[in-house]
Nanobody, 126 residues
Framework: VQLQAYGGGLVQTGGSLRLSCAPS????????MGWFRQAPGKEREFVAA????????HYADFVKGRGTISRDNAKNTLYLDMNSLKPEDTAVYYC????????????????????WGQGTQVTVSA
């Protein structure tokens, strides 16, 4: 299974962008997909996730109100829309997939995801 993440780039502070992630397989209705990020010198951190079966979305505190995770089932694509970007949002953003319906308390756990994309760089200039 491959995940193709794209949409990153250079954005000014306060700007917006949309990240996309397309799995190479048709995702199961019980899947959970998420976005994580890793800034230079820092550990990978959870950004957002969606559990397909329940249609639920989950966000890290730092992205609440600024980001929206969504998916287009027809296009089999996951999105992350972010606005009011800050320099501290600069990181490589990764999408992840598991075909398990994760419990809510585990959606932020990178180890719970079986498949990962290659990452897309987001750079927010001051």
């Amino acid at each position: 299974v491959q995940l193709q993440a794209y949409g990153g780039g250079l954005v000014q502070t306060g700007g917006s962008l949309r990240l996309s992630c397309a799995p190479s397989i048709r995702t199961a209705r019980t899947s959970t997909m998420g976005w994580f990020r890793q800034a230079p010198g820092k550990e990978r951190e959870f950004v957002a996730a969606t559990r397909f079966y329940f249609g639920s979305t989950h966000y890290a505190d730092f992205v609440k109100g600024r980001g929206t995770i969504s998916r287009d089932n027809a296009k089999n694509t996951l999105y992350l829309d972010m606005n009011s970007l800050k320099p501290e949002d600069t990181a490589v953003y990764y999408c992840a997939l598991t075909e398990s319906n994760l419990i809510v308390s585990n959606v932020h756990n990178g180890g719970a995801y079986a498949y990962w994309g290659q990452g897309t760089q987001v750079t927010v200039s001051a």
